[in-house]
Structure formats: structure tokens, C-alpha cells
């Protein structure tokens, strides 16, 4: 696919093996340098959180069962092994049934991750909720996603979608309306969310391209922030991994236990035999002395008249 819409030359790829071993060659297609035309790949990466588990200010409180389904709170998006990239643009279960987000708005906040995500250390979230819920819903969702990962920049919208619901679909006509913006992120200069929540104050109607297009343009107004900066937090377990630890020592404890009272077991009976086998030879060989004393004594007897 990507062959024909890039329309570059192929390069074999014959990599050279020391063992003699034959395999990992293929065909290599250089990307054409076409914005639009980029692939995109989103995965996860490991991090050290400071945060998660200690009782800093920083720390998000924590959300009920209740409020993630009263509030239609959002999960992270689930990555697959075999599907390379993940939805941008999440919806909350309270949105109404007919409310769904194209591929190409997925695509647009898809390649702004994938070309600016490495270089600025950026991955762009938006999270769509209903917009008869008023701004606290996203400060519960910050809290519910302990405030994001440390590269992750979160939009969440407030829209309006009864022009939608009645109309049965998005036209140029019947334009979602957004209500409310919230923008968060770890940043320590929050720029790029105080100027998000600005252009949806000044574009009311709901425009995924236009908006992307804006956040492309000003996207040197984020700057991740380094949590590093936590460190004098220290590290702490979670409560579940706390958990994980004491029944790994318990049962690290008992099967000593059980060990060390089978080997006692078994050097004792062993001693019981050795013992006892030595035992009867001794008084094999004390027999055996007995029985020659007295042969010897009995040929060496005189009698006299």
C-alpha cells in the first residue's frame, strides 16, 4: 500500500551473517517526505513515575467505580500487537448512539503524533464528551488518568450534539457545538493548553481538521515536562505489587519451611540407619570375638590327675 503511495524506488535489505545464518532480508520503501502521505505507528513505552504511588500534592485523588459510569469517563485505548496505530479522538459511553469520529479525523492527530512525537515528545489525546456535563468532568478524567503520562497532551471537549442526534449525522448544516474545553498535561508552562482552550472559545462549531491544522502550527508551544523533576519522591510500591511482595515472601518462607523440615526429616532416619547397621555389626563382630575367646581358652585348658 505504502509502495504505491510513496511511488519510491525499492532497496533490497541483505544483512550479513557472521553465523551463516540465512533470514532477515525484505524490501525497504523510503517515505516521500508528503506530510499526508506519512505511516504512522503509536506504542507504549516504560517510564519511571515518581507520582503514581506516593502521597505528593501531585498526586490525582482518586475516582469510584460510581463516577467513571455516572460520568462516562474514558479508558485508555487498547493496543494491539498486530494493528500498529490506536484512535486519537476518544468518545465517552454518554455520548449519544449516533455520535462516531472518521478515519480521517483519526488520521489528522495520528500523524501530528507520529511526526512531532519523537522530535517534541508529544502524543495528543481528545476526549469528546457530552456536553450537558459541565468542566468538572474533565477534571475528574485528569484525576481518573492520574493526570496523563508524562508525554501526553489531553483535550477534553464538551460538546453540544442535539443538532446531530436530530438530524441523524454530522452535515455542513448541523455542526456540533462545543460547550466547554479543559487541556491538561504535566507540562510546567501550560501554553499550548491555555491557547487550546482559547481557539474553542473563538471556533465554536466542531472542526477536527481545522483544529489539528492550528495545533501543527503551534506546536512549539509544548514543552514536556521532565519527571526526573519528581525524584525526591522517591520510589514506593503500588498497594497491589505491596500485596504481590508479602504473598511471594510467605510463600518463599513456607516452602523453606517444608524443605528444611524434609531434609531434617530424612538426615534423621539416615543417622537411625547408619546407627542401627553399625550397631549390629558391632555385636556381630563381639560375638565373633566371644565365640574365638573361648575356643581359644577351651585348647589351651590342662587337666591334671
Known amino acids: 500500500m505504502y509502495r504505491m503511495l510513496w511511488g519510491t524506488p525499492e ?15 525484505g524490501q525497504l520503501y523510503e517515505w516521500n517526505n508528503v506530510y ?67 478515519e480521517k479525523s483519526q488520521r489528522a492527530f495520528q500523524l501530528i503524533n507520529a511526526i512531532f512525537g519523537a522530535e517534541r ?12 456535563q ?33 438530524g441523524k449525522g454530522i452535515t455542513e448544516t448541523r455542526q456540533p457545538i462545543v460547550q466547554w474545553c479543559k487541556a491538561f498535561s504535566w507540562s510546567d508552562v501550560p501554553l499550548l493548553e491555555s491557547a487550546t482552550e482559547s481557539w474553542f472559545i473563538a471556533n465554536k462549531e466542531l472542526n477536527f ?19 526526573t523533576d519528581f525524584k525526591y519522591l522517591g520510589l514506593k510500591l503500588s498497594p497491589k505489587r505491596m500485596a504481590l511482595v508479602f504473598i511471594t515472601a510467605v510463600l518463599f518462607c513456607v516452602i523453606n519451611i517444608i524443605i528444611s523440615c524434609g531434609v531434617a ?19 556381630e563382630l563381639l560375638d565373633k570375638y566371644i565365640v574365638e575367646k573361648i575356643k581359644d581358652d577351651t585348647s589351651s585348658y590342662k587337666s591334671y590327675p
Open 265 to 283: 526429616y530424612y538426615l534423621r532416619e539416615y543417622n537411625y540407619y547408619i546407627s542401627d547397621k553399625y550397631q549390629s555389626i558391632g555385636y
Open 121 to 132: 515528545q508529544i502524543h495528543v489525546f481528545i476526549l469528546v464528551f457530552n456536553a450537558k
Open 11 to 25: 532497496h533490497w535489505i541483505d544483512p550479513y551473517h557472521p553465523n551463516c545464518v540465512s533470514g532477515g532480508g
Open 134 to 166: 459541565d468542566v468538572t468532568t474533565a477534571l475528574r478524567q485528569q484525576a481518573y488518568w492520574q493526570g496523563g503520562n508524562k508525554n501526553e497532551f489531553v483535550v477534553c471537549l464538551g460538546v453540544d450534539f442535539s443538532n446531530v442526534e436530530a
Open 36 to 102: 499526508e502521505d506519512a505511516a504512522t505507528h503509536t506504542y507504549e513505552g516504560l517510564y519511571v513515575n515518581y507520582i503514581n504511588n506516593s502521597n505528593s500534592i501531585f498526586r490525582k485523588g482518586k475516582v469510584s467505580d460510581y463516577e467513571v459510569e455516572e460520568l462516562g469517563l474514558i479508558d485508555y485505548p487498547v493496543f494491539v500487537s498486530n494493528y500498529i496505530e490506536t484512535d486519537v479522538i476518544l468518545g465517552s459511553p454518554n455520548l449519544p448512539k449516533c455520535v462516531g469520529f472518521s
Open 209 to 227: 481538521a481545522a483544529y489539528a491544522k492550528w495545533l501543527r502550527e503551534n506546536i512549539h508551544l509544548w514543552e514536556r515536562k521532565e519527571f
